[in-house]
Structure formats: C-alpha cells, structure tokens
C-alpha cells in the first residue's frame, strides 16, 4: 500500500521548535498558507522552518478569492448598516479592484458564521451594505459572492511574489487555491516548471470540469471549507465521493482531504468519534493524504492531532490486509 501523506498547516501554535522537530519523524508535508502571511512572514517562516525541520515546505497560495479586511473582529446584526471602503472604520476587501466588480443587490457570505451582508448603495469611494443575517466579521475570512459569478485573477500580486520567494529558497511544493480550470493549471504548470503542484478544489466550478482538470495535473485537494461555500454541507459528502470515483480512472492521481478532519481538538486532546469515522471513509474512498489546517495551525494540542491521524491511518491499514 502506498504511503499515506499527513500534510500539517503551520501557524502561531506550531512554529516553534518542539513541533518542527516533531515534525521530522511525523509529519510528510509542512504548509505555508498565503492567506496569513504576509511577504515579510514567508521569509522568516521559511529560514526557521528550514533550520528546525528537514520535512519539505509546501507553499500554498491565496489563489482566486475575496478576502474581508478589518481591524477588529465584531458582531454585526441584522439590519445593520455597515459600510465597505479603504477608512479604517470600516470593513474593506482584498484584492483591491474586487470592489469595482460588485453591484447593488449583490449577497455577500463572510467567513463561517453564517453572516450575510447585501450591498443597498455605490459609489466611487464607498459601499453601503445591509447587514441581512447575523454573524461575526473577522479579519481575512473568506468572502463568497452568493448570487452570481464574477472572474478574479487566479493568482493575486502576493502570490506571485511568495513565488519568486519560494523559487530562491528552493520550495519544490506549490499549491494553487480556488483552481477553477484547466487554463488556471496550465498557467500554474507553466509558472513553476519541475516543482510540484497541488490544486485545491474548493469551487463549483472545478467540480463541474473535474474530469478535465484531472487530466492536467497529478495531485488534488479537496479543501471541504471552502468549498462548503459553494456547495450545500449536505453535499459534500457526495461530492467528494464523485470526485474520488473520477480520479479512480488513473492510477498515479493523487487526492488529499482538507477541513474538519478533527476541529474538536482546536480545544480537546481527543477526538470525537465522528471524526475518526470521517477519517477512516475518505481513506477508504482512496485518499492520498489527509490535511490538517487549524488544528495544527491555531490548536491547542497539534502534536496530538497528528498523533491521532498516524493511529487512524495505521487502524486503516490494519483493516485493509485482514481483508
């Protein structure tokens, strides 16, 4: 059997020494994630990781999202007037022409807490939204345009510097966030010649085209977070199922699992049984690798995770010789 990945996002609760030794005998893949770090963070990211870790760095990029900017996390309210422009009162969005496309009418869904704002009124320099479901606002959260599509670069200017960065430290992992087409892989495959590249499905859109975007590259993500965006959670199951039964055509694709494999133990130093059962389903379905993003990344217990993940992986390899 083929060697099961454990890829771990690192952050303030894993950046640190005792982990990235850890990490040596433990973990497969370390990952760098664009959407919180800034260029300056890469930089000394990388030179610590590299001095305390022999486990190669992946970078993973902001790729084509919206991502809300604010100085303060708060509650907004139902009803709510709030407003969208560069003042530092108010909410704002990245990347910055983002907001030469949105309309009036338009929906906006921020981040996971179920908040929904409505843009009501535009101008050159503002736009005025109404806050239409409740939820808290936090810096950098992703932002999902509910009622239609607009087209957004598939890298933005950060990535492609932390790009450049990566290529002079000799990074040889790169993953491409939002991957949406086959064009996009093109253009990633051409910009990062012999590295090797990971493409997150996390749209409708790449579930619609799978089959094809298949075809063009060799490793696959499926970032269930995201994605929950822009499918319903009740069919994500299903959906990652088609996905694994797409990529059952070829022998040498891979296909990791990210989001949720074990959110209990951001605050627990044990899992709960619906997450080993989710576990063990997505390595039956054929996973190459599981991911683990705010669990090691912001966790209280990311050793612990990781621990948790190499017994469910043993326990599923166990399984499959006896049968």
């Given at each position: ?44 990211s ?24 604010v ?15 560069n ?7 990245y ?14 869904n ?73 064009s ?78 074990l ?11 619906g ?37 469910m ?11």
């Amino acid at each position: 059997m083929a060697k099961i990945k454990i890829i771990c996002t690192l952050g303030p609760k894993s950046l640190n020494k005792k982990f990235l030794h850890f990490s040596n005998k433990n973990i497969d893949l370390l990952r760098l994630n664009m959407s919180h770090l800034s260029i300056n963070q890469l930089k000394k990211s990388i030179t610590f990781v590299k001095k305390n870790s022999n486990v190669p760095i992946c970078i993973d990029t902001e790729g084509a999202q919206i991502r809300v900017q604010v100085k303060k996390e708060s509650y907004l309210k139902s009803g709510q007037k709030i407003k969208i422009s560069n003042k530092k009162k108010d909410i704002n969005l990245y990347p910055e022409y983002v907001k030469d496309k949105l309309k009036i009418g338009d929906i906006l869904n921020i981040g996971f807490n179920n908040l929904y704002i409505k843009i009501i009124k535009k101008n050159l320099s503002e736009i005025l939204c109404k806050v239409i479901s409740s939820g808290k606002v936090e810096n950098n959260k992703g932002v999902h345009l509910e009622n239609r599509k607009i087209k957004l670069n598939y890298l933005t200017n950060k990535d492609f510097k932390a790009i450049e960065i990566g290529k002079k430290f000799n990074i040889k992992y790169f993953a491409l966030s939002f991957t949406n087409s086959t064009s996009d892989i093109v253009k990633f495959n051409n910009l990062l010649k012999e590295k090797k590249k990971i493409f997150k499905i996390e749209t409708q859109n790449a579930i619609k085209h799978f089959d094809k975007i298949l075809k063009k590259g060799e490793s696959f993500l499926i970032d269930r977070g995201d994605l929950s965006k822009d499918v319903k959670i009740e069919n994500i199951p299903l959906v990652q199922r088609k996905l694994f039964k797409l990529k059952s055509k070829y022998k040498n694709k891979k296909i990791f699992v990210a989001t949720n494999l074990l959110e209990s133990m951001l605050e627990n130093n044990y899992p709960n049984r619906g997450e080993a059962n989710d576990i063990f389903n997505s390595l039956e379905m054929g996973a190459s690798g599981l991911v683990l993003a705010a669990e090691t990344a912001i966790g209280k217990y990311p050793q612990d995770t990781v621990k948790f993940l190499k017994r469910m992986i043993k326990t599923f390899k166990r399984s499959k010789y006896k049968t």
